[in-house]
């Protein structure tokens, strides 16, 4: 298969850790070798980033902010997702570049051009191949997330205020707005199954045949 990078984007609470693990799993049912990862993390140095930006109890500024998920980026795209794209294992990853301009650039009000400049640096120029939005109102994301198993200590962003997420949403559809052909926005309130089809429907136009299912030579 040629390589397939897809990435799942949205506030807290949408259902991206989900919908990445079920197209994972449906891209392996059908034969194609895949890779879930999450950002920040997938290495040694990005699992440790990660605890860092993720506890509440950790006060940063928002250029540190920046820089220690650029770092985490930086590492992951070059030891694990090149190396596996240009093997043709399909990567789907929790979280990108996209979420930098959105949480960093809209959310923290950074200058969006530096974050630009920041996430080509830090990616290579590496983009995926489709984007997709799980999209809806920040308050029902929110009370959503606060159900979820997800341990006080990697809750700093749920605690942000509702104007951050707010400016979150926004900076997340502006972006979509901008590349239409690479993101798709779907309800985040529809059904696990029913997102999950409609996610597929779109991951299936850019798939190859399984190697199972190629005609003989």
């Known amino acids: 298969m040629a390589s397939l990078f897809v990435t799942f984007e949205g506030g807290e609470g ?3 850790s989900t919908q990445a693990q079920l197209l994972t799993d449906r891209l392996i049912a ?7 990862l999450h950002e920040p993390g997938g290495t040694p140095l990005g699992e440790h980033l990660r605890a860092w930006l993720k506890d509440p109890s950790r006060e940063i500024t928002a250029e540190a902010e920046l820089f220690l998920f650029e770092a985490a980026r930086a590492e992951l795209v070059r030891t694990v997702v090149r190396p596996a794209l240009e093997v043709g294992t399909a990567v789907v990853l929790d979280r990108y570049a996209d979420s930098s301009i959105a949480y960093q650039g809209y959310g923290r009000k950074l200058s969006r051009g530096a974050v630009g400049a920041a996430n080509a640096l830090a990616t290579g120029g590496l983009q995926p191949d489709l984007t997709i939005l799980l999209d809806a109102p920040p308050g029902e994301l929110l009370r959503r997330a606060a159900g979820r198993s997800n341990p006080a200590s990697e809750q700093r962003f749920e605690l942000a205020d509702a104007a951050f997420h707010r400016r979150v949403r926004a900076g997340f559809l ?3 707005r901008r590349s239409p052909t690479r993101w798709v926005v779907l309800d985040a309130r529809e059904s696990v199954d029913r997102v999950a089809e409609l996610v597929w429907a779109r991951v299936c136009g850019l798939l190859d045949p399984a190697p199972s299912e190629q005609p003989p030579a």
Do not use: F, I
């Not at 059908?30 to 879930?36: D, L, P, Q, S």
């Open 30 to 36: 059908e034969g194609h070798a895949t890779m879930r």
């Open 174 to 176: 502006r972006l979509a």
């Open 14 to 16: 949408a259902g991206k």
